[in-house]
């Protein structure tokens, strides 16, 4: 009856512990090493969440759980595969329409989670290591998307390949636009190209779909709605925000009996 999902992500891991239907927490953690895992895994088959790599209470479950995966990431994967309660999930196990092949699973999953939830047609805007764009009309077949670098990758691209530009940390609110000096002129240049473009595609998304909810995950979706809701009111105070769109889909999929 327990069982837990597992999204591997091109920075980190998110993990859910489910009792059937029901989501009970949620947490994120680092990659770990083979001896870290091995640990892993042996505690899941002594009935026991834990360690759990991540900040989780130490949790006794009745019964060795089932591990579904979906991952971005082949290299990372592999290492979860081997516990033999796993199972790994494809684009071709969701009850969506019309995906393309090399769709990233994280993609689907997160619009399977914001259509189940939120309703269909709908947008997702994942700000993650990249940042991705990805709709689905009424008829939950998917109508395209887009990907970009993600907000810390432009930072972090930009001072790795520059002598001059120092590494910033992604802000937590809008900066001046008109910059008088260096940080704060990277600032507004990520900052403001990137909330532009969303808008854009946000604007374009709801031409074609008027009702549709535009919903926001990822690592930096609390930073780019405060951006959407200081630049654009009009997005940014009707999005929706959900850190949990990808392990929702993954409920989805359970509940259609593909775990
Ligand atoms: N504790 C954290 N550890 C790592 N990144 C974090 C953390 N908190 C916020 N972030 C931000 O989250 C971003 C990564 O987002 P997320 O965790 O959704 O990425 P991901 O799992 O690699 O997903 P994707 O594969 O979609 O890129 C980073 O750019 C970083 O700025
Ligand atoms: C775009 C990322 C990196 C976002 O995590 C992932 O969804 C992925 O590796 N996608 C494969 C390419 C695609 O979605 O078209
Ligand atoms: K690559």
């Known amino acids: 009856m327990w069982w837990l999902s597992l999204s591997i992500g091109n920075s980190r891991l998110h993990w859910g512990l489910w009792c059937e ?19 892993v895994i042996r505690g899941w088959q002594e009935g026991k969440l834990w360690p759990s790599g991540g900040e989780v209470e130490p949790r006794d479950l009745d019964g060795i759980p089932e591990l579904a995966i979906a991952s971005v990431v082949p290299e990372q994967q592999g290492r979860w595969q081997v516990y033999p309660h796993s199972r790994t999930l494809g684009i071709a196990d969701l009850p969506l329409q019309n995906l393309y092949p090399g769709l990233g699973i994280d993609r689907a999953l997160a619009l399977l989670g914001a259509g189940t939830r939120y309703g269909w047609p709908v947008l997702t805007v994942d700000s993650g290591t990249a940042l991705t764009l990805s709709g689905a009309d009424g008829d ?59 808008c854009e595609f946000v604007r374009d998304w709801r031409r ?16 780019v709605a405060a951006y959407l809701r200081a630049i654009a009111p009009d997005i940014g105070e009707r999005a929706i925000a959900d850190p949990d769109l990808i392990l929702w889909g993954m409920g989805e999929v359970y509940r259609s009996g593909k775990v």
């Open 21 to 39: 239907n029901s989501l009970e927490i949620t947490w994120n953690s680092g990659y770990l090493g083979d001896d870290r895992v091995t640990e």
């Open 208 to 223: 074609q779909f008027p009702e549709s909810a535009i919903v926001l995950t990822g690592g930096n979706s609390e930073e």
């Open 140 to 198: 939950r077949a998917f109508v395209g998307g887009a990907i970009l670098p993600g907000l810390g990758l432009q930072f972090c691209t930009l001072a790795r390949q520059t002598a001059a530009l120092p590494e910033i940390a992604v802000p937590k609110t809008l900066p001046p636009r008109w910059a008088t000096n260096t940080a704060d002129a990277i600032r507004s240049g990520i900052v403001y190209t990137l909330t532009a473009g969303v």
